[in-house]
């Protein structure tokens, strides 16, 4: 029997274990989510993983009727998520009791989701962002760091967690390049009340992606990961097959141009994403040669498939492992 950690975190949610399973596009489902809340850490996922809308509720019900803990869903609260409002309702609606929101502005979906005793937690990678969010009320910021699968900011988690921990107050979770338990324990010792992993739980037997997918995050490195622009406008980490490299990290000049362009901007961005989001759904569930796959640099730490429980149980077994390891230092 694992011993429970005890963090602001863990308080506010009421859970076991300060560690989220991230919301992940394409490859969070209802199964994921289940275990991970289960194994008394938090599930999450995007709520656009289901479209049309009818389907996210549909998701939300199901996890709902196999889980009595709590869960999270992510929402992107830029313009280019038409369905923002719509699925923060119906996530209030059937329960949900934490809302991540990523890529823009969180105060709506603060200001409805403490109405019903949701908490919410937003994505940040600089401190003024991070103070921004904590000035509109949120209840925490998700410390998004280089190495990080997705939309990954530029700032080493080594300096991040301690740069927004000396002028915050409000819980701070770790998020990128997170894969073992040595790791968490690193990430409460800079101060984080807990931590939020990805690419980790892409290599999980619930994951519903193409097995291609799932044996590429255990055969590449660190250093097969790569940044681009192309998938969403914003800095995402990818692999760099074959197909990445041919099509370049960067936009074709003339979208650059027009998404910079006051007039073509509004219709540019959410263009972006939504080519973007088909490159990535095709690549994710079924074998083509466009392969454009999500992933942070923990691919080099990841060497198994295994289920959502056992990668929660390895994590805190390591975890228990090094905080044993680190009080034994200097003790003669
Ligand atoms: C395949 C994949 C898809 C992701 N999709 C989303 C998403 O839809 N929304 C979001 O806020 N973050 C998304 N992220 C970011 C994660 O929520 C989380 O911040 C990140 O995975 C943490 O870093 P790690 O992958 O190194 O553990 C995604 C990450 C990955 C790997």
Redesign the pocket.
């Known amino acids: 029997m694992l011993k429970k950690i005890n963090t602001s975190f863990t308080k506010m949610m009421n859970i076991d274990f300060p560690i989220i399973a ?7 489902n209802t199964d994921l989510v289940t275990q991970a809340s289960e194994c008394g850490g938090i599930g ?1 996922f ?1 709520a ?2 289901y479209r049309p809308i009818e389907k996210y509720a549909e998701a939300l019900k199901t996890i709902k009727s196999q889980t009595k803990k709590p869960i999270g869903v ?1 929402i ?1 609260v830029n313009k280019s998520n038409t369905r923002q409002n719509q699925d923060l309702k119906i996530g209030l609606d059937e329960g949900v009791e934490l809302f ?4 823009g502005s969180p105060k709506t979906v603060i200001a409805e989701a403490h109405k019903n005793g949701a908490k919410v937690f937003c ?1 940040v990678t600089n401190l003024e962002h991070a103070k921004k969010v904590q000035d509109m009320g949120a209840d925490g910021v ?1 410390a ?1 760091g280089s ?6 900011g530029p700032i080493s988690p080594l300096v991040l967690i301690p740069w927004l921990k000396a002028s915050m107050d409000i819980p701070i979770i770790a ?5 073992h338990g040595s790791m968490i324990a690193a990430c409460l010792a800079l101060g984080a009340s807990g931590v ?5 739980f ?1 290599a999980s037997k619930e994951a519903q992606v193409d097995e291609a997918y799932k044996n590429a995050i255990l055969t590449s490195t660190p250093e097969d990961i790569v940044m681009t622009t192309r998938v969403s406008g914003t800095p995402a ?1 990818v692999i760099n097959t074959p197909y990445v490299q041919k099509l370049g990290t960067d936009l074709p000049w003339a979208f650059k141009i027009l998404k910079e362009h006051k007039l073509t901007k509004k219709y540019m961005v959410p263009l972006i994403h939504l080519m973007g989001m088909n490159a990535l759904e095709e690549a ?1 569930t079924k074998p083509t040669w466009k392969t454009v ?6 691919v080099g730490l990841i060497d198994d498939i295994l289920s959502v429980n056992e990668i929660y149980n390895k994590l805190l077994t390591e975890y228990d492992e090094a905080v044993k390891n680190l009080s034994q230092l200097g003790v003669e």
């Open positions: 991230a919301p992940m596009f394409l490859v969070s999450t995007p656009l993983n992510n992107i991540i929101t990523s890529l994505d998700i998004v190495g990080a699968g997705g939309h990954a998020a990128g390049g997170i894969a939020s992993i990805g690419t980790r892409i980490s994710a796959w999500t992933a942070g640099q923990s």
